[in-house]
């Protein structure tokens, strides 16, 4: 990751944030509701919990055939990342709830998908949020050699088959959480001193991390092996809970930011961006399937990662609602509106730069 201080133009030329937020603003004070998570909100924690935690207990206290035992784990993964888009994401945006408490313990959430909190909100809130598809700043855009998700990337040969590879590393996501990926996050944030808020305490950070990774093992692998459940079931049905969850999750995020739509500039010598920073969200960021009920419901409305990444403090339930205030102020101003209609063209066309991503540069 790069050193050199970033920044983006304090006006707005032409004036789009100012007037979007208004626009958005009198849309919640003429409906009269909090921009925060609602009833309907509630009942989608419970059922993606439900999702996620009921075929545990179903696989720890009945003797199920194989075949049914693996597919509790699939069911297993989905209620995961269902948890991860709709709970923890909200939470630790503080959009969950209008109150503190309520944000912190659903955001705890993430203990129990084999993340840590602090992570979470320096790579996602910090760093993706404010330098979104900047090379250099903005972590979602690495992975290290193995696949080139910007052209500013040093190209290497493997790279012309990732179009192929890359579908099968996207489920190891959340298994490199609770293996490796947090333990190196830790270090190199905090040796960066970098925090969302106040700046922790370094040995209160580092213990919660390791005692929380230990009760992460003693749910998902301990206990399993106490109550007599054969050791390589509980090993293939671990991975295959990570690897479903990881490979939703990776989709999701890739068909936000690593299509061809997706702009990734660079700033100037000085640091500056070339654009506001509401502008930049615009050109770096595309939706998908925005009219698809099932999508809406189940991605936590990551599907508008526009209206989200513009407004990362209003919950998911709200996003359907304000799009057509965000794409009307957009054209308005002659601005970007990215989108695809549905999730199979933005799949296919994801796919599709990852091959223009993976050709060398010279005969791209």
Known sequence: ML?????????????????????????????????????????????????FLSPYFLLLTLNLPGWSQLLLTIVMGIGMAGVGMNVMHDANHGSFSSKSWINRLMGSSIYLLAGNVYNWKVQHNVLHHTYTNVHGHDEDLEAGRILRFSEHTKWRKHHKFQHYYSILLYGLLTINWAITTDFLQMFRYMKRG????????PLANWSKLVISKVIYAMIWVIIPLLLNLVWWKVVIGFFVMHYTAGLILSVVFQLAHVMDEAEMPLPREDGLMANSWAI????????????????????????????????????????????????????????????????????????SHLKQLGSKPTMA
């Not at 509701?33 to 419970?46: D, F, M, Q, S, V």
């Not at 970098?194 to 305490?201: I, N, V």
């Not at 359907?320 to 066309?349: C, D, H, N, W």
Request: hydrophobic content about 35%; aromatic content about 14%.
């Open 3 to 51: 050193k050199k201080s970033v920044t983006f133009p304090r006006t707005d030329s032409v004036k789009f944030f100012k007037t979007l937020n208004q626009r958005v603003n009198q849309y919640f004070n003429e409906k009269g509701i909090k921009r925060t998570g609602n009833a309907k909100l509630w009942l989608k924690t419970l059922v993606m919990f439900g999702l």
């Open 194 to 201: 970098l925090a969302y808020g106040k700046f922790p305490s």
């Open 280 to 351: 930049h969200q615009l050109k770096t960021t595309v939706n998908f399937a925005r009219k698809n009920r099932l999508i809406n419901w189940y991605t936590g409305g990551l599907n508008h990662q526009v209206e989200h990444h513009i407004f990362p403090n209003i919950s998911h339930v709200h996003y359907q609602k304000i799009a057509k205030i965000v794409r009307e102020t957009a054209a308005e101003f002659g601005l970007p509106y990215k989108e695809y209609g549905s999730m199979r063209q933005a799949v296919i066309a994801h796919f």
